[in-house]
C-alpha cells in the first residue's frame, strides 16, 4: 500500500470522508480474490491522483455496521464522494481500472484532469509466457507453466474462472464425487495458479494486441512482453437475432440462469433452445419459476440423454417443439410476451411470460485479437496437435480452438498441451 492510501475505521468516517472534500473509499476484505486484483490499481492510481484525492481504505469485516448503514454488501465496494456526498457509481467485483478513473475525474476539475492524464507512466514487463484468458483452458496452461519455472502472466478482462464461475453446478469434472460449484470449483483453480507462482492481471482492459511481435498493451499503460502467447478467450452466448433480443436484453433478456434464475420464484420463463446448455439451465431455473415453456425449432431435443430423462420427468416443464420465436415483447419494466411462429403451420402464437433466457450455443470471443489468425468455418482458431496456431509461438487452447467438444475437461487437456509444448520449446 502507498503512502497516499490511508486506512481508516469507522470512528474516523466523518472527519476523513464526510468533511474531507474529494474522497474515494474502498471497502475491502481478507481472502477476497476481487480485493487483491483492485489493490494493485488503487496504489498505482493513488500516486497519480493522491495530491488532488484522498484514498481511503476500511477494512469491512471489523466495520460492519458502517458499511452496512452505506449498503456496502460486498467487498470490494468503491465509494466516490464530494463534500460528503456520494458521486459517481458504486463499483464492486471486478473493477477496472478504466471505470475507477472515470469517477475519480469527477473529483476534480477538467483543466486538473487532462494534466494528470500526462502524467501517466508507462511501463514495459518481460515474460516467457502470456496467456490471454484465465477459464479453466487458461489457469491449467499457467500451472504447467508456471511449474515448469516459466515466468507466466495471465491477463483478463474480467475476474479469472472463465464461464465455469458463472455455471450453477458442475456434474462432469473428475475428482469430485459430489457435484461442486462452478464458482468453487474455478477458486481453488485460479488459488492453484496463483500458488504456482502465475502472476495476473485481472479485470483489465486489454488495449493492444501484436501476436506477430507477442506484445500485449492493457490499461493503455502496460506493455507485456512475451516468448510465447497463449489464447485462451473462450466463447460467449450467441445472439439470434430476433427482434427485441438486443434492445431488451437485461430486461427479461437474460443468458446466465446462474445470474438471473433467482429473479425468476413463482414465474413463467420461456427458454430458447434445446442444446445441453439449455436443458441444464432450465432444470436450474426451475428451482425457482413455476413453469418454464422451452421453445425448440427441431422435433425433438439435442441435449444427452440423462438430461433429458430429468427435464421430461420435471411437470414444470412445457415443450413448444417447431416452434421459433419471431418477436419479444415488452409491455411495463420487463419481456412480457414472445411470438413464435410454428414452422409446420405457420402459424404466429403469442406466449405470455416474465422473462426469456436464450441458449443458442457459442461464439469464439476473437473480437480486436488478429485478423491474421486462420479459422475454421465456424470461426475457430486452427490449430494442431501441440495446439499452435498458423502464427509462430502463438497457442490457442479451450473453447476458442478448433474442436468437436467444448468442456471443461477438454479445455484443461488443451491447455496442458500447449504449456508443456511451450516448456519444451523453451528449454531447448
Ligand atoms: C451455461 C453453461 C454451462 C456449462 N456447464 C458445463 C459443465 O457442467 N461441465 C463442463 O465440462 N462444461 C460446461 N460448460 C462448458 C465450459 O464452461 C467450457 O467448455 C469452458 O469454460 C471453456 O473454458 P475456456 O477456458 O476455454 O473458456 P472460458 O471459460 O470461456 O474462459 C475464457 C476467459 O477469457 C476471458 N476473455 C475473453 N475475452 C478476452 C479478451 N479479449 N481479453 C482477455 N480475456 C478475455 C474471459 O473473461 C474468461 O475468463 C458449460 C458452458 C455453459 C455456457
Known amino acids: 500500500m502507498t503512502e497516499k492510501i490511508k ?3 469507522a470512528n474516523e468516517f466523518e472527519e476523513e470522508v464526510l468533511k474531507s472534500g474529494s474522497v474515494v473509499v474502498d471497502f475491502y476484505s481478507t481472502e477476497c480474490p476481487p480485493c487483491e486484483a483492485l ?13 488532488d484525492i484522498k484514498f481511503i481504505k476500511i477494512f469491512r469485516q471489523e466495520n460492519k455496521e458502517l458499511a452496512l448503514s452505506l449498503g456496502v454488501t460486498s467487498s470490494p465496494t468503491l465509494l466516490f464522494y464530494k463534500d460528503g456526498k456520494l458521486v459517481g457509481n458504486r463499483l464492486t467485483g471486478g473493477i477496472k481500472r478504466s471505470e475507477i478513473m472515470k469517477n475519480l475525474d469527477l473529483l476534480i476539475p477538467e483543466e486538473k484532469v ?56 458442475v456434474w462432469n469434472y473428475p475428482g469430485y464425487s459430489e457435484p461442486i460449484s462452478g464458482y468453487m470449483l474455478m477458486h481453488h483453480m485460479a488459488e492453484q ?5 502465475v502472476n495476473f492481471r485481472s479485470a483489465v482492459d486489454v488495449t493492444g494486441i501484436d501476436l506477430v511481435n507477442k506484445t500485449i498493451e492493457i490499461d493503455s499503460v502496460e506493455t507485456i512482453h512475451a516468448k510465447k502467447i497463449i489464447l485462451a478467450t473462450g466463447s460467449s452466448p450467441k445472439q439470434i437475432g430476433v427482434k427485441g433480443e438486443v434492445e431488451y436484453k437485461g430486461q427479461g433478456i437474460s443468458y446466465c440462469a446462474t445470474c438471473d434464475a ?3 420464484e413463482g414465474k413463467h420463463v420461456v427458454v430458447i433452445g434445446g442444446g445441453n446448455s439449455a436443458i441444464e439451465e432450465t432444470l436450474f431455473i426451475t428451482k425457482f419459476a413455476s413453469k418454464v415453456t422451452i421453445v425448440h425449432q427441431f422435433d425433438k431435443l439435442q441435449a444427452n440423454k440423462v438430461a433429458q430423462e430429468k427435464a421430461f420427468a ?11 420465436p419471431r418477436e419479444f415483447v415488452k409491455n411495463g419494466s420487463t419481456v412480457n410476451q414472445v411470438i413464435v411462429e410454428d414452422l409446420k403451420t405457420h402459424e404466429y402464437k403469442t406466449i405470455e411470460c416474465d422473462g426469456v433466457f436464450i441458449f443458442a450455443g457459442m461464439k469464439p470471443n476473437l473480437d480486436d485479437i488478429d485478423n491474421r489468425l486462420t479459422l475454421d468455418n465456424w470461426g475457430y482458431v486452427n ?16 473453447d476458442l480452438a478448433r474442436k468437436q467438444y467444448r468442456q471443461i475437461t477438454t479445455a484443461v487437456s488443451d491447455g496442458t498441451i500447449a504449456a508443456i509444448t511451450i516448456s519444451k520449446e523453451l528449454e531447448a
Open 114 to 169: 487532462v494534466s494528470l492524464k500526462k502524467s501517466f507512466k508507462k511501463s514495459e514487463t518481460n515474460c516467457d509466457v502470456l496467456i490471454l484468458g484465465g477459464g479453466p483452458a487458461g489457469l491449467t496452461s499457467g500451472i504447467y507453466s508456471a511449474q515448469a519455472k516459466l515466468n507466466t502472466i495471465i491477463v483478463d478482462k474480467d475476474l479469472p474462472g472463465g464461464q465455469v464461475k458463472v455455471t450453477h453446478m
Open 39 to 51: 489493490a494493485s490499481k488503487y496504489d498505482a492510481l493513488s500516486e497519480v491522483y493522491g495530491n
Open 262 to 264: 433467482k429473479f425468476y
Open 7 to 9: 486506512n481508516i475505521s
Open 314 to 324: 420435471n411437470s414444470k416443464i412445457k415443450f413448444m417443439f417447431e416452434h421459433e
Open 383 to 398: 490449430v494442431d496437435a501441440n495446439m499452435k496456431t498458423n502464427i509462430d509461438d502463438v497457442f490457442a487452447v479451450g
Open 193 to 197: 495458479a496463483k500458488g504456482a507462482g
